[in-house]
RNA sequence: UCCAGCGAAGCCGAAUGGUCAGGCCGCCGGCUGUUAACCGGCCCUUCGAAGGUUCGAUUCCUUCCGCUGGAGCCA
């Protein structure tokens, strides 16, 4: 048994792949069966003089997605240099499939596709899409390892109802009522505490009826938070973070990029290109504009109407995002726009002492996050403020009350930084099984 | 929640107030080098649901359902 990833190894071998039936092609006196096998795909040639005229019928008759077995000797391709093939001796049914697979290598619409969602998962564009997934996150927990951070993983139930920013899901825990988190981010601050630097990797939810391109209602995020570290440090950790992130994927999945590249924007020929040498350009320090800034930027760029006090939406993202090459962070957003536990900035406490990350291309918003604010004082009147229940945060209030210090972080949306990478145009491709608001099965 | 667009075979999809074009899949046959193979043949649908207008509705109108993505909100 030998991986099709691995049949490079084995040149002028006789091996075994198992696995399942892609596509089938004839000719005549050839079939060339496509073994796919979670690993990669190989061509295996049945050539009639080979085989029994049985063996050479039989293969001709196996049906897309059954699972098969084959025997062969592994030489390079016969058209296609650099690839391998299989030279085929031996080929076993191992199963048949019940009735014919409903996802034919043509074209079909989101919806079907995500009906069939648990086999769509086998088809090539999706199978590069999630192993730049599996990239992007081992990429993250490396990052966080050789940094010296400390996974604290946050609960998903949860009793308080807000921060005050978004709906949650409500369930019933024993009777009581119970959320389903939103960010667990509170407790990284009592993480930071404990471990100095930690993080937090797990699903996450909102319950908004967003229905756009860059909404799940159940996503992963990442959440870093670091003890005495202030706003400045936690951009240089973001942007590390990400060139960090963006690099490995660059070294480790460029043969799944390529599989993305084919279909892209046929309007749009050099769009791939560009997209590439974005992801290259993703290298610290990024650029740097406050809030102030960016209204004014929008004011000259096309929103004229852009003032102080407003929160950017999709197309005022595009508009920030596509006069960078690279990412770009914007900071000091005025404090009416931020959840209650942001610091405020000395110089004008209007102002919160946060930072959005946007992705370039009009990705939007991967990263937000910043200074918290500790002062016990100032963190009850903010609580206060925002009109929510002081008695659920008493816990929180105690990291101020024992020893509290400045502190910092941020959040990053996992699969929002899939679909920028990959260059999708939609987030559900992103996770294995999206949920939105139309959508809980399959 | 609001706005807009869409709904035709297992899938994709053109056209149309007079009864669904074409293609894919499948099946049969052909081809020793195919790459979403190709060539020939066969097979499958009455158009999301209900109601209305009409001699006649898949087509026009109303309501509902479903889908899509945009606003709001957010990562």
């Known amino acids: 048994m030998v991986s099709i990833a691995k049949l490079a190894e084995h040149v002028g071998e006789t091996v075994t792949v198992r696995g399942w039936l892609y596509n089938k092609r004839s000719s005549g006196k050839l079939h060339f069966l496509e073994v ?3 690993s990669g795909i190989v061509q295996a040639v049945v050539f009639k003089g080979n085989v029994s005229p049985e ?12 699972s098969i077995e084959v025997e062969g000797l592994v030489k390079e391709h016969g058209k296609i240099k650099g690839t391998y093939e299989l030279d085929a001796k031996d080929v076993k049914l191992v199963a048949a499939t019940a009735r014919e697979y409903p996802i034919s290598p043509k074209e079909h619409g989101t919806d079907f596709l995500m009906d069939h969602r648990h086999l769509w998962l086998r088809s090539k564009r999706q199978h590069a899409i999630m192993r730049v997934r599996h990239a992007i996150i081992k990429a993250v927990r490396d990052f966080f390892d050789e940094n010296d951070f400390t996974l604290v993983d946050a609960p998903v139930f949860t009793p308080n ?13 024993h009777g009581e009522p119970a959320y389903l988190t939103q960010s667990g981010q509170l407790y990284m601050e009592a993480g930071a505490a404990a471990f ?20 799940l209602a159940e996503f992963w995020m990442v959440e870093p938070e670091v003890a005495f570290m202030d706003l400045a440090g936690d951009m240089v950790l973001a942007e590390q973070f990400l060139s960090f992130v963006v690099s490995r994927v660059l070294e480790t999945r460029r043969k799944e990029l390529d599989v993305l590249a084919s279909d892209k924007r046929p309007d749009d020929p050099e769009w791939w290109t560009r997209h590439m040498t974005m992801l290259e350009n993703v290298k610290a320090p990024f650029p740097r504009i406050t809030y102030h800034e960016a209204i004014d930027l929008l004011q000259k760029n096309g929103h004229p109407d852009a ?26 957003y005025p404090m009416d726009l931020k959840a209650f536990y942001f610091a405020r900035d000395p110089n004008d406490p209007k102002l919160a002492l946060n930072m959005d990350v946007l992705a370039p291309e009009g990705y939007g918003e991967i990263i937000g996050g910043g200074q918290r604010e ?19 945060f008493e816990w929180y209030l105690d990291l101020r009350r024992y020893g509290s210090f400045p502190h910092a972080g941020f ?4 699969e929002r930084t899939v679909s920028w990478i990959c260059g999708l145009s939609h987030v559900r491709e992103t996770i294995p099984f999206p949920r939105m608001l139309n959508r809980l099965a399959p």
């Not at 003032?307 to 000091?332: L, Q, Y």
């Open 55 to 66: 063996l050479f019928a039989a293969a001709d008759r196996i049906q897309q997605e059954s």
């Open 411 to 414: 959040g990053l949306g996992i």
């Open 307 to 332: 003032k102080v006090g407003d929160d950017f939406g999709g197309d005022e993202e595009t508009t920030i995002s596509k006069k960078f090459d690279r990412p770009v962070i914007i900071h000091r």
């Open 196 to 215: 100095g630097k930690v993080y937090c990797f797990g699903p996450t939810f909102r319950a908004e009826k967003s229905k756009t391109r860059r909404h």
């Open 161 to 173: 109802a807000c921060e005050g920013t978004s709906t949650l899901f409500q369930t019933d825990y």
């Open 36 to 38: 796919r096998d979670g």
């Open 374 to 392: 500790s002062d016990l004082a100032r963190l009850e009147a903010a609580i206060a403020e925002h009109r929510l229940p002081k008695e659920a």
